[in-house]
C-alpha cells in the first residue's frame, strides 16, 4: 500500500533537503529495529523513542504494524530473502504510513537488511518536516 498524497521519490537522498527549516542532525536521524521474520520487536534504538513515542521496552516483543500499520500482514523473510516486493518499494524510496504513541501518522522512508535467515533491521526516516525524529520544531513549521 502507497500512500497517495506522498510524491514518490527515486533517490532516498533527494528527501534530504526536503526541508532547509529543519537540522541535518534530526533527518539523518534514524530509528533502528530489530525484526524476527514474523515482524515481532525484538530490539531497536533510543531514536525510535524521539521518531515514535515509545520506549525501546515498549516496543520489544510488539509486532512492527503498531510503529508501521502499513505491515501487518507482510511476510519480511521468504526464503530466506527479504520479501521481494517490500525491498522493491524501499529501493524505489516508497513512502510507508508510521505511526506515533500519540496516534499522529507520518510518512517515513523504510531500508530493510536481512541479519540472518530469521532476523531484518529496519531502519526507519521520518519524511515528515513536523516529525523530524522528535525533534523540536523551528520557527515557520506547521504544527
Not at 23 to 51: F, K, Y
Request: glycine fraction near 6%; proline fraction near 6%; charged fraction near 15%.
Amino acid at each position: 500500500m502507497v500512500i497517495s498524497s506522498i510524491p514518490q521519490v527515486k533517490n532516498p537522498q533527494a528527501n534530504m533537503n526536503a526541508s532547509p527549516c529543519i537540522p541535518d542532525s534530526c533527518m539523518n536521524e534514524l530509528a533502528a529495529l530489530t525484526l524476527d521474520d514474523m515482524g515481532v520487536i525484538r530490539d531497536c534504538n533510543r531514536a525510535c523513542e524521539q521518531m515514535f513515542g515509545y520506549l525501546p521496552d515498549e516496543l520489544a516483543s510488539r509486532h512492527v504494524s503498531m510503529i508501521l500499520p502499513q505491515l501487518p500482514h507482510t511476510g519480511l523473510v521468504q526464503d530466506e530473502r527479504i520479501n521481494s516486493h517490500l525491498a522493491y518499494l524501499c529501493h524505489c524510496a516508497t513512502a510507508f504510513q508510521a505511526r506515533r504513541r500519540d496516534g499522529r501518522h507520518f510518512a517515513s522512508e523504510l531500508f530493510i537488511n536481512l541479519l540472518d535467515s530469521h532476523n531484518v533491521v529496519v531502519l526507519v526516516r521520518s519524511l515528515d518536516v513536523s516529525v523530524a525524529n522528535g525533534c523540536a520544531r523551528g520557527p515557520g513549521l506547521a504544527g
